[in-house]
T-cell receptor
Framework: QKEVEQNSGPLSVPEGAIASLNCTYS??????FFWYRQYSGKSPELIMS????GDKEDGRFTAQLNKASQYVSLLIRDSQPSDSATYLC???????????FGKGTLLTVNP | GAVVSQHPSRVICKSGTSVKIECRSL??????MFWYRQFPKKSLMLMAT?????????EQGVEKDKFLINHASLTLSTLTVTSAHPEDSSFYIC??????????????FGPGTRLTVL
């Protein structure tokens, strides 16, 4: 059984702070890792993908992957109230496989 | 790029009727599309994987005769909820697999369809 674990939160941070979201996965053959953002009542939106160990930065977002530890994280710098949402971690074994989602972490950024 | 649309966005129907939901990839061809269901404050639940030109693969516990999926072209998949009942009321979301940088692909979600069965 493939599992993706996330702390459900809620994670609450003040505006301007760094929000750190964590995810662990059970399947060692996982190759592709994604972070989605889902606002209440809306569908998920892809914000980051990462495939290699290390950091990948895109604007205020940084994804970090450590395959040895089976751990992937998302850092959001200069957090804004508009970042308040549920963040879903997802992994798959490669391009031809379905995604396995975590249950999501609810992030609240307080003004 | 990688835009996925769904229609309708919201539907209310009477118990016993059938409802068809369309999912389209607007600017890319998607050989694989996925259908999810999400209940309020719950996580996404994959219902089925839809491959163009072949039968859908349903997840365990999902009734294939109740949730009919057709993927007739590389840009269109449809989900029909047959003989809908109030317990089928949910948020139905499709996604399409598209190419990201290099050889990698990712899933791009449609905006979802909120179904209410009275």
């Amino acid at each position: 059984q493939k599992e993706v674990e996330q702390n459900s939160g809620p994670l609450s941070v003040p505006e301007g702070a760094i929000a750190s979201l964590n995810c662990t996965y059970s399947d060692r053959v996982s190759q592709s890792f994604f972070w989605y953002r889902q606002y209440s009542g809306k569908s998920p939106e892809l914000i980051m993908s990462i495939y290699s160990n290390g950091d990948k930065e895109d604007g205020r977002f940084t994804a970090q992957l450590n395959k040895a530890s089976q751990y992937v994280s998302l850092l959001i710098r200069d957090s804004q109230p508009s970042d308040s949402a549920t963040y879903l971690c997802a992994v798959n074994e490669g391009s031809n496989y379905k995604l396995t989602f975590g249950k999501g972490t609810l992030l609240t950024v307080n003004p | 790029g990688a835009v996925v649309s769904q229609h309708p966005s919201r539907v209310i129907c009477k118990s016993g009727t059938s409802v068809k939901i369309e999912c389209r990839s607007l600017d890319f061809q998607a050989t694989t599309m996925f259908w999810y269901r999400q209940f309020p404050k719950k996580s996404l639940m994959l219902m089925a994987t839809s491959n163009e030109g072949s039968k859908a693969t349903y997840e365990q516990g999902v009734e294939k005769d109740k949730f009919l999926i057709n993927h007739a072209s590389l840009t269109l998949s449809t989900l029909t909820v047959t003989s809908a009942h109030p317990e089928d009321s949910s948020f139905y979301i499709c996604s399409a697999r598209g190419v990201l940088a290099g050889d990698h692909s990712g899933e791009f979600f449609g905006p979802g369809t909120r179904l209410t069965v009275l």
